[in-house]
């Protein structure tokens, strides 16, 4: 009777994109192993002009965005990034520059700083120099050293943020360290999530659960001791869980990203859906797209969901987990995510993590993030994953 009911209900109209991302661009100068971007991102094309970002700006914020993040690839690469800072600021945005650091000198700081920049989040990959540039195929670490300093003599909060995997995880206690030292008021442990290039190498990344639970009491330990000088997150990978993450906090619900070409999504990896036609920012306005269209609308409410989702007491909790996942897994977007213990493909999950646990992965040569690969995965999809 319930699925019935729920069948004959229309979902709420959706509330305000609160959180926006704009991804300037996708040209990076490191090559992570582990970026989260597209693998295929080569294909988002022409990038949207200074003109063209300032009117998604405007228009995000007449639908109630509030908080502003400056991401990529690598968004200091844009030379109109001071100007788009500036247009935000005066919108009333909460503005927060996302980077790898490479590009951040004294004097765009200052001009970031006088055009009303918010908040900066600094990636490290490792606590040493050697994991750090072989992790991104550069010599960076030093560079981030300095422009950590950068960040705290302009007064900025700062965000420390370090991907985790197989490579680092020994090494979480020094990364707490280091981000002490260097005066971070927040340090995000954000574990492998395994999409986009993450996924072409989670031989390489995935960690046992026995390497996950001895960092997660190193960084319990220095939460009792370090108290609120640095607030740590330690996000686990949804691999070793039995319930799924609320996924963007629901699909369509508060988060919209705009990639490079305008192309408007409800996560960053929603282009990974087959059949999800995603709209444009250059044919279609903002507000349209966002209540109305119907790749935004795919996955809103609970009438889309299958079971065990649909009859799931945790449904409006969890939303049924992330879409992407569960296409990558099962081939079907609707399906539950995998990571769930109650998905019928929960076993693949299990199975994964368990060739971690006895080296039965097939290690392959780590896939480093660069536009030639991108072009030869766009050329050659790989579907979903076993």
């Not at 790898?100 to 055009?115: F, I, M, P, Q, T």
């Not at 076993?347 to 896939?367: N, T």
Request: with cysteine; net charge negative; charged share 20%.
């Amino acid at each position: 009777m319930a699925g019935s009911i729920d069948a004959l209900t229309a979902p709420p109209p959706p509330g305000p994109p609160l959180w926006l991302l704009a991804e300037l661009t996708y040209q990076c100068p490191l090559h992570c192993v582990f970026c989260y971007n597209p693998t295929d991102y080569t294909r988002f094309q022409p990038e949207l002009t200074t003109r063209e970002w300032v009117d998604v700006l405007t228009q995000a914020r007449a639908l109630g965005a509030a908080q502003l993040g400056f991401s990529g690839g690598e968004p200091l690469l844009r030379d109109d990034l001071e100007e788009l800072v500036a247009e935000a600021h005066r919108l009333g945005y909460y503005t927060n520059l996302i980077t790898s650091g490479v590009g951040l000198n004294e004097k765009r700081a200052r001009a970031l700083k006088d055009a009303g920049l918010d908040h900066v989040q600094l990636s490290f990959q490792d606590s040493t120099r050697e994991l750090n540039d072989f992790l991104t195929h550069t010599r960076t670490f030093d560079l981030k050293q300095r422009v950590a300093s950068l960040i705290k003599a302009h007064d900025w909060p700062m965000v420390m943020n370090c991907v985790l995997h197989k490579h680092n995880l020994p090494h979480v206690d020094k990364i707490i360290e280091m981000a002490l030292a260097l005066g971070a008021e927040y340090l995000e442990l954000a574990n492998t999530q395994y999409y986009g290039w993450a996924l072409e190498n989670r031989a390489q990344l995935l960690p046992t659960r026995a390497e996950l639970e001895a960092a997660e009491a190193v960084v319990n330990r220095y939460r009792q001791t370090i108290g609120n000088r640095c607030l740590i997150l330690f996000v686990v990978p949804d691999y070793f869980e039995e319930r799924p993450k609320a996924c963007m906090n629901g699909w369509g619900k508060v988060f919209l990203s705009i990639a490079p070409d305008g192309t408007a999504m409800p996560c960053h990896n929603a282009g990974n859906l087959p059949g999800l036609q995603l709209p444009n920012v250059r044919t279609q306005p903002l507000a349209e797209i966002w209540r109305d269209s119907g790749a935004f609308n795919a996955f809103r409410g609970h009438d889309w969901m299958k079971e065990p989702c649909r009859s799931c007491d945790e449904k409006a909790k969890d939303f049924g987990g992330c879409r992407c996942q569960a296409y990558l897994m099962s081939g079907d977007a609707a399906a539950a995510d995998p990571v769930c213990a109650k998905s019928p493909d929960h076993e693949q999950v299990v199975r994964i993590v368990r060739q971690a646990e006895a080296g039965e992965l097939p290690l392959q040569p780590l896939v480093f993030r660069n536009d030639q690969q991108s072009r030869r995965l766009r050329a050659s999809p790989s579907g979903p994953a076993a």
